[in-house]
């Protein structure tokens, strides 16, 4: 199948402080002068300088697992055969933080990985993405400036699974974008076999912005546990995409208008749902406190007047056509809970039925999708006990379902899975 | 010892249940599902057993390290 065309960009706008974003809220790419002039020239880093930096900050990966990336770093033996591979597999289909960055601000991304490879003595950069807009922005900016002409810009087609990082270290090899059954880390073996450091495109960007402004700077905003910004993709009511970076620690209720009294998303497909945003603050480790877990930033928060529970279930339905088909628990186990939640919807189940299947799915798989898949839907399930009562004894909430939250089309499911002996 | 699954490997045979029913159950798909990853010394040979028997060398016994 195709990939589905690159959408539109939504909007993208900084709240409070601008750094990822500065220059660009009329939507336009950053070309390298004016990228000069708002961030001026990142000075070579040696490692031992960067790991201080990175370890006074805090910075964490922002791609999902929110690794530190001072630890990353220290892992990582430098040298000559060293890889740097940059992330942008944005596979997520509520996301659009990492393909803005890409498209409008290509040389703070160019700016982080080459600092990066710079520190661990190596030229080799690959950045890999999936959409043809964001290859082509940074394609432009390689040949913008003449540090850059080592880095390599990889496209592979691919869908959720597949931005996972040791996924994306087998399409820029040249396989199928799966992960490995085996865990490898990527400092261990990855782009062609050799240690690589690999990140988020966001976390490549950060390093350029904290590098250019210094940690004092840096940390002069934001929650004191991950100082900086970080961006998110929000989805609040009828208003959302927006692509927001905001400083860390801000409530999460402040970005959601009217009154918190509503189911809200946090991180994404592979995130918790939260029955209101309460206190909980936009900080990875502030979330981490709470349960939760920000992955790729997106924040969800459906208008009141769509079926919510359709709305998880068109997810899970997703979700399940996501599964690569690697692994039988995962290949078998989402349909039937995809199956289950439409059950719920029909009013022909009980929860209990859909939590036990969720419950069986974490840790059996290659990758983390069975395990945010289950969270997803039985984090749903605690949350929506009203409406499960309602859809249980009326088959409907009374609300039709808008289809707030995104979902691509699910095409036909391949007969087999792959891998394996079958 | 640890008990690991490759499941990338693993096409729900069965054996390793058969062979190791204190550790592992089959889920509705055939597929096993592990109460513990931890083998206590006791079950170590069965385990053993259980992994020589998998036809698509699945599972694993891994000795954690002294971090484990």
Redesign the interface.
Known sequence: MAPPEAPLLPPAVALGAARLLLGTSHGQRIDLATHRRLHGTVAPVDLDRLVAMTTEVALLGRGGAAFPVATKLRATPAGSRTQVLVNGSEGEPASFKDRTVMTRTPHLVLDGALAVAGALGTRHVTITVHDDASAHSLRRAVQERRDAGRVRVVQRPGGFVSGEVRAAIRAVDGHAPLPGGRRVLPSVSGVKGAPTFASNVETFAQVAVLLSRGVREHASVGDPDEPGTTLLTLWADDSGPVVVEVPTGLALHGLLPGTDDRPVLVGGYHGTWVPVAGDLRVSRPALRRAGLRLNAGVVARPPADTCLLGEVAAVTRWLAAESAGQCGPCWFGLPALARTVDDLVAGRQVPEAAQARAALLPGRGACAHPDGAAGFVSSALEVLTHEVALHRTHGTCGRPLRGALPVPPVGPRPSARHGGAR | MRLE????????HGLCARLLPELVDL?????P?LRTHDVTAALVPHARRAVSAC??LALRLVDPGPRG
């Open positions: 699954i490759d499941w990338t490997r693993c096409d729900g889920d509705e798909h055939g597929f599902v036809p698509v």
